[in-house]
């Protein structure tokens, strides 16, 4: 029984010190099942393990409840959605309530009586009704979205499933190692809540009734016997391997005690405890959430600490409230109808019925939530009513014992953990499990290593297809621009990295360093590649590895129109994104004119590499030289022709006085020194040991006469040459 009832002690033995429950003596007709962890089992199952199947997965709307309680966050999603509601009750409240009436249409608001009446009623009830409608919408958004958002994101339904999967093996694990930890040291845990084992004299009051109840129930062993110091109260708790009596049932009636016992025993037979247990450590966060204020409220019984405890813990309060605990509480009950009909089969129905009668003076009415749904117990009416239905049905039958309640219809029948076609379809399942899992394994192993991501970056180079290996990088959405990198790959110059060896890979957690050996340019190279875990799943279930980087950035020494990677002409300007290459080896031309020509280069890329400079440098044509040459000697002729002293934008003129029939020849053109400032142009200058010579001749008149005269100067020639087409154009600096 585990209600306690108020009856006044008599004669109440003396009690004896607290010693420890292990040192109790066990039953002497313990089979040697019990022996060990699982001692004082009881009866009836071929092993511990069935024991324990029998217990846990009787109660599945308990256990149902206690799962969708705590593994669904229901307590948070209550908090949110008040919270949710209330800003949106007090939105609407004031939405509602600003200018409503104004929202009423025109054709109805000009109606006869209806317009008045939508007038007045949205002037002063929309408020309220906003107020109403807001609260709805954010209580029910609140409450929905604690259950969705842990789900946002997921690709498909092979995430959703694969996450349901393991919480519901989570929440069975935690609870399965909680019921082991509740059977294995119940009896350290009974000592800490103040059992200790009977004297002599209470052991020879109570175990011969507790051994004739069991040896009437057909049980070969019983549970250990633990007593309680309180002569108050009397009652009587099982436990899954114990019994715990209050001292005050030693003053009850014989058979009022078998039949206390009877219906323990039955308790203890069919594993309620271990039921209990089971749900319990499904809902283990929220039971340990709720075991706080209830200590709290239990231990201050004070208005003001349970105002206090419920204002902090209303959401844990509520759900186990109007969720769990009644869900739960019908399995509860029913094991209380089921073990009254303990004392039929030991008959003692008037020890029970006496017992029962005894309570109902003591029970109140049942008329709210707490006592109607999440009792614990039936009403004693009913039991009585059906203690005395079993009991007139064993009278009929003009027998002890009820006809329809027997042993085996009570205890049910506990046969091995499962059958040869139960054993044969869980070991096909097995096998299914066991091939799956390492069908995925290899899928894993094969193309979501971080082996499989380098070895397939570079066999997307190999193929020079950019997408593939750009889909392979950490930051490859991030490229500029995908057409030019694509276009560059496919041309006829790139040289994709060859005899690609991974060297060494080193991972920690979810990053990765592979060192990897390949031949560019002739030339056997190492380079190190950093890598990263994909926070993406492919098919719900493989996470695949990223190159970090990868995409190197062109600086252009030389850039313009004429530039050129692969045969493709390199965008202009400075404004834009850098260029960013995939590794390989790039061929590289530059601009060429009439003046000046770009030898080719070849730009090698390593893997990893973060920046990469082009060092196109143009040279002078050969035939430039001559072709500057020969325009700088014609515009020299064409200065000579001058009979002038000073020919206009010449190298040359005569500094004496008036001079007269002047005429100029080039004794000796200047050797030029040509320096290229561009792709199509260049500076022309003459060093001062190549000047050319020129004399000139003519006449002075000094005072009426005239007097020949002829001089050689020498000269220099600087200025501009650019390219004009096909050939180039000379623009003599101005003096």
């Keep these: ?110 109606a006869p009586l209806i317009g008045s009446l939508l007038e007045t009623f949205m002037s002063r009830s929309a408020g309220v009704l906003g107020g109403v409608v807001g609260f709805a919408v954010g209580f ?85 016997l633990l007593m309680e110091d309180d002569p108050v109260l009397s009652n009587a708790r099982t436990y899954a391997r114990h019994v715990v009596v209050t001292t005050a049932v030693l003053t009850e009636p014989d058979d009022e005690i078998a039949a206390l016992f009877s219906h323990e025993l039955v308790h203890w037979r069919t594993g309620d405890e271990i039921t209990s247990a089971f749900v319990r450590g499904v809902g283990l966060p929220l039971t340990l959430a709720h075991a706080l204020p209830t200590w709290l409220m239990r231990t201050f019984p004070h208005p003001a600490t349970n105002f206090v405890v419920f204002l ?53 009415g049942r008329s709210g939530w707490d006592e109607a749904v999440c009792a614990t117990h039936p009403p004693h009416e009913l039991r009585l009513d059906a203690l005395e239905r079993a009991s007139v049905a064993g009278a009929s039958a003009g027998a002890d014992a009820a006809a329809d309640v027997t042993v085996e219809r009570l205890f049910g029948h506990t046969g091995a953990v499962g059958t040869r076609r139960t054993w044969l379809l869980v070991g096909v399942l097995v096998l299914v499990a066991c091939v799956g899992t390492g069908g995925l394994g290899v899928v894993q192993w094969a193309f979501f290593r971080p082996q499989a991501t380098v070895d397939g970056y570079f066999a997307a180079l190999a193929d020079r297809d950019s997408d593939a290996a750009l889909d392979l990088l950490a930051d490859g959405s991030s490229a500029p621009d995908r057409e030019l990198l694509a276009q560059l790959l ?150 000579a022709k001058q009979t002038v002293p000073a020919p206009p934008g010449c190298p040359f003129r005569y500094y004496g006085g008036s001079a007269q029939k002047v005429t100029w020849k080039i004794l000796e053109y200047p050797k030029l020194a040509i320096e290229l400032t561009g792709p199509a142009s260049a500076e022309v200058t003459t060093p001062s040991e190549t000047r050319g010579q020129v004399q000139v001749s003519g006449t002075n008149t000094y005072f009426g006469g005239d007097s020949p005269f002829t001089d050689d100067d020498p000269f220099s020639v600087t200025g501009v040459v650019t390219a004009d087409g096909e050939g180039v154009t000379f623009r003599p600096a101005t003096n």
């Excluded at 029984?1 to 007709?29: F, G, I, K, S, Y």
């Excluded at 002739?522 to 990263?532: N, P, S, Y």
Aim: charged share 20%; aromatic share 6%; with cysteine.
């Design 490 to 639: 496919r041309g006829e110059g790139y040289q994709p990295p060859t005899d690609v060896e991974i060297s060494s890979l080193e991972r920690d957690d979810d990053s990765a360093t592979a060192t990897v050996t390949y031949r560019l340019g002739g030339e056997r190279q190492t380079a190190t590649l950093g890598l990263r875990r994909d926070e993406q799943t492919t098919a719900g279930m493989f996470h695949g590895w990223r190159v970090s980087g990868g995409l190197t950035s062109l600086g252009v020494a030389i850039g313009g129109p004429g530039v050129r990677l692969n045969g493709v002409e390199l965008p202009g300007g400075t404004d834009g994104p850098a260029l960013a290459l995939l590794p390989g080896g790039y061929t590289a031309t530059g601009p060429s004119s009439a003046l000046s020509e770009t030898p080719t280069e070849t730009l090698a890329v390593g893997p990893g590499q973060d920046t990469a400079t082009l060092q196109l440098a143009p040279v002078l044509k050969p035939a430039a030289v001559e072709a500057v040459d020969a325009r700088v000697r014609a515009w020299l002729d064409e200065c």
């Design 140 to 224: 029910v958004g609140g409450f929905i979205s604690v259950l969705v958002l842990p789900w946002v994101g997921a690709e498909g339904p092979l995430p959703v499933i694969a996450g349901l999967l393991g919480t519901v093996a989570a929440a069975a694990l935690i609870g399965v190692l909680y019921t082991l930890y509740r059977v294995l040291l119940e009896p350290r845990l009974l000592v800490v809540s103040g059992a200790r084992q009977p004297s002599r004299r209470e052991a020879a009051r109570l175990r011969p009734v507790l051994d004739d109840c069991a040896r009437r129930l057909g049980l070969p062993s019983v549970p250990r």
């Design 312 to 364: 902090f813990f209303w959401p844990v309060l509520l759900i186990m409230r109007y969720v769990v605990l009644p869900l739960h509480a019908r399995d509860v009950r029913a094991a209380e109808y089921r073990a009254d009909l303990g004392a039929v089969l030991t008959g003692h129905v008037d020890g029970m019925r006496r017992i029962l009668e005894r309570r109902l003076s003591f029970e109140s």
């Design 1 to 110: 029984m585990t209600e306690p009832h108020t009856v006044p002690p008599e004669n109440t033995p003396p009690t004896v010190p607290q010693l420890d429950v292990r040192a109790a003596e066990p039953p002497a007709a313990d089979p040697p099942s019990s022996v060990g962890g699982f001692a004082d089992r009881p009866p009836g199952y071929p092993s511990a393990l069935v024991w324990l199947r029998a217990g846990i997965l009787r109660d599945w709307r308990g256990v149902l409840g206690a799962f969708a309680a705590t593994w669904f966050y229901l307590p948070i999603g209550l908090l949110l959605a008040f919270w949710g509601g209330l800003s949106l009750g007090v939105v609407g409240l004031f939405a509602g309530g600003i200018g409503a009436d104004d929202q009423v249409p025109q054709v109805l608001r000009d």
